[in-house]
C-alpha cells in the first residue's frame, strides 16, 4: 500500500468517506457484538483517536512491534474470554458474514477470488478445512481465507512460531475440525490500485444526502451525498455514486463521474473532470485537468491541465511483478507543475514534479522532478 501508508496505517485509508477500520466497526456493531478487542501497532495514535468516535466500549492492545497477525493475537489473549473471532481491520465486511462465522465454532470464512496468490489458498473435503497454503507460487483453485477466524482456548497450544493459518494448520493435524463458513459480502485491497475497486463496491451502497450549498444551475443525477459547508457552483455535472466531504468548492463548470469519493477541504478549479477517483482531504485540482482511475492522497497539489489516465503497467511490488491498469497513486504532499502526464505511474510522497512532463513507473518519496 505504499505509499499511502507512510503517513497512516492501512485500516485508517479513507475510503468511500471514511477509513477502512470504519466498515468493520459498523458491521460488528450491525452483528450484535459488543465485546471487542482492537490491537493497534503502527501509527497507533491515530487508531486510537478513531475508536474514541464509536459509542461501543474498546479494549484496546498495544503490539510493540509489527510481527503479523499471530503475534496481535497473542498480544491480545490476556483480555479475549471463551470464543473469539478474528478480524482483519483493513478487510472490508459485511455485517451478515460476521453474523454466519459467529454461529459456527472453530470456522473460517472463505471466499473465491480471482487473484488467490495473494492470500492463503483452502482446501476443503467432506466440508472440513484440510488446509490452508499461504499466497502459493501456483494455487490449485482460487478458494482463499478472508482472515477471519472463530476460534476458541483450543488453538492455544499451537500459537507458536510463523503465522496464523500455520496454527490452524497444525490443529487440524492434530484432529482439531475446522469448517468453512461461505462469505457474504467481503474484499480486501492488496495493492493501492485495488482500493478503487473497493471504493466502487462500497459507494454501490451510497445514500444521497446533501448538506452543503448546490447551485441550481448545476446538474446532479443518482446518489450524491455531499458534505457541510461544500459549495457547488454553477455549470457542476455530478453523476453518482459520488461522495464529497466537508468545506470543499467544485467548480464551476466541472463534471464529477461516478464512483468518486472526494474527502474535504478539498478544491476543484473550473473546467475540470474527475471519475472513478478516490480522492483524499485537502486536496487542490487545478483548473482543465482531467483525472480517471486515480487514488490521490493527502494535501495533494495538482496545477492546471493536468492528465491522469489508466494504463495498462507491470509494477514491481519488491516481491514480485505484478500486472495492474489504472491511472496513478499519488502520495500525501506531493505537487506537480501544469501540463503533468500520469499514466500507469506510482507517485510517492512529498514528490515535486516542477516541470510538465509524461509520469510512468515509480516515483520514490521526496523525489523532485526538473
Not at 495493492?191 to 444551475?217: A, C, F, M, Q
Request: charged share 20%; proline share 6%; net charge negative.
Amino acid at each position: 500500500m505504499r505509499p499511502l501508508t507512510k503517513n497512516r496505517p492501512k485500516a485508517m485509508i479513507p475510503v468511500g468517506g471514511k477509513p477502512i477500520l470504519g466498515y468493520v466497526l459498523e458491521s460488528v456493531i450491525a452483528a450484535g457484538i459488543r465485546d471487542v478487542v482492537v490491537v493497534v501497532g503502527y501509527k497507533k495514535e491515530q487508531v486510537i483517536r478513531y475508536l474514541d468516535t464509536f459509542d461501543l466500549e474498546i479494549t484496546v492492545v498495544v503490539q510493540k512491534r509489527q510481527l503479523g497477525v499471530l503475534d496481535a493475537l497473542s498480544c491480545a489473549l490476556d483480555v479475549v474470554r471463551d470464543d473469539f473471532i478474528v478480524l482483519p481491520g483493513d478487510n472490508y465486511i459485511d455485517a451478515a458474514s460476521i453474523r454466519k462465522i459467529a454461529r459456527e465454532p472453530r470456522s473460517l470464512l472463505v471466499t473465491h477470488h480471482p487473484e488467490p496468490s495473494n492470500f492463503g489458498v483452502v482446501t476443503v473435503e467432506n466440508e472440513q478445512i484440510q488446509r490452508i497454503e499461504e499466497k502459493p507460487g501456483h494455487p490449485e483453485s482460487c478458494l482463499v481465507s478472508t482472515g477471519v477466524f472463530h476460534l476458541d482456548p483450543a488453538i492455544y497450544p499451537y500459537l507458536g512460531d510463523g503465522e496464523l493459518p500455520d496454527a490452524v494448520n497444525a490443529a487440524i493435524a492434530n484432529g482439531i475440525l475446522f469448517s468453512p463458513v461461505w462469505a457474504e459480502n467481503w474484499d480486501d485491497a492488496v495493492y493501492p490500485w485495488h482500493l478503487l475497486k473497493l471504493n466502487e463496491k462500497i459507494l454501490s451502497h451510497l445514500e444521497g444526502s446533501i448538506e452543503g450549498t448546490v447551485s441550481r444551475d448545476a446538474v446532479i443525477t443518482g446518489p450524491v451525498k455531499i458534505g457541510k459547508n461544500t459549495r457547488i457552483y454553477p455549470g457542476v455535472v455530478i453523476t453518482g455514486p459520488v461522495i464529497i466531504g466537508e468545506n470543499c468548492d467544485v467548480g464551476p463548470n466541472v463534471v464529477i463521474d461516478a464512483n468518486t469519493s472526494i474527502g474535504s477541504g478539498v478544491r476543484i478549479a473550473p473546467f475540470s473532470y474527475i471519475g472513478n477517483a478516490l480522492m483524499m482531504d485537502d486536496v487542490h485540482v487545478g483548473p482543465y485537468s482531467s483525472l480517471r482511475s486515480a487514488v490521490i492522497g493527502e494535501g495533494v497539489e495538482l496545477q492546471s491541465h493536468i492528465a491522469i489516465l489508466p494504463a495498462k503497467n507491470v509494477v514491481d511490488t519488491g516481491e514480485d511483478l505484478v500486472r495492474a491498469k489504472f491511472g496513478a497513486v499519488i502520495g500525501d504532499r506531493s505537487s506537480s507543475a501544469p501540463f503533468t502526464h500520469y499514466s500507469g505511474a506510482i507517485v510517492g510522497s512529498d514528490v515535486r514534479i516542477e516541470t510538465g512532463q509524461k509520469i510512468v513507473g515509480m516515483l520514490p518519496d521526496g523525489t523532485l522532478v526538473r
